[in-house]
């Protein structure tokens, strides 16, 4: 198995540039999440999916896109970045058992935009 | 709502010596507790986890104890080693609806020789 596979790794864009960031996994996992890592902030829930056509807001959802039309993929789409959008992705994903699921995480995306 | 407070690094250490990174929570009802840690470059994997009170994880002699009564999982190993320089997260998920996982803001751990 891969795992949680993300692409690209690094990203620059330019203010106003549109971008997806892509995520996929391979264990029939229910649950998808998006997060950003920023220093001193931990991780911070992005939007996340229970399910196939099934998407909902976390912390901060403002600038971000989500859909879930498979069960592996869930990208993530920034509509027009902003350079408060620098920051470490990470996407995961959780079998959707129960509260002691383990999250499975993708090896990150470090994305700058100027 | 939910959160997770843990130590701020970072904290260095010598190879050998002992290790606690502390972590309290709050949450409501009964949540699973977590310690998940980040090698440079990497994304967050499982270190440990327990599910209920009393309840102590361990995984590559790594240590926590699932307190209720004072709410904390303050992580423990009796000697460190230099491939154990990495960001420890402490984390929670609660029961009920989507299990939104919260995290602690990261401990950095520098072991040098």
């Known amino acids: 198995n891969a795992g949680v596979t993300q692409t690209p790794k690094f990203q620059v864009l330019k203010t106003g540039q549109s971008m997806t960031l892509q995520c996929a996994q391979d264990m029939n996992h229910e649950y998808m999440s998006w997060y950003r890592q920023d220093p001193g902030m931990g991780l911070r829930l992005i939007h996340y999916s229970v399910g196939a056509g099934i998407t909902d807001q976390g912390e901060v959802p403002n600038g971000y896109n989500v859909s879930r039309s498979t069960t592996e993929d869930f990208p993530l789409r920034l509509l027009s970045a902003a350079p408060s959008q620098t920051s470490v992705y990470f996407c995961a994903s959780s079998p959707g058992q129960g509260r002691a699921d383990t999250q499975y995480f993708g090896p990150g995306t470090r994305l700058t935009v100027l | 709502g939910d959160s997770v407070t843990q130590m701020e690094g970072p904290v260095t250490l010598s190879e050998e010596a002992c290790l606690t990174i502390n972590c309290t929570y709050t949450a409501t009802g009964y949540p699973s507790l977590f310690w998940y840690v980040q090698y440079p470059g990497e994304g967050l994997q499982l270190l440990l986890k327990?599910?209920?009170?009393?309840d102590k994880g361990s995984n590559k002699g790594f240590e926590a104890t699932y307190r209720k009564e004072t709410t904390s999982f303050h992580l423990e190993k009796g000697s460190v080693q230099v491939s154990d320089s990495a960001v420890y997260f402490c984390?929670?998920?609660?029961?009920?609806?989507?299990?939104?996982?919260?995290f602690g803001t990261g401990t950095k751990l520098q072991v040098i020789p």
């Open positions: 984390a929670l998920c609660s029961s009920g609806g989507y299990q939104k996982v919260t």
């Open positions: 327990a599910t209920k009170a009393d």
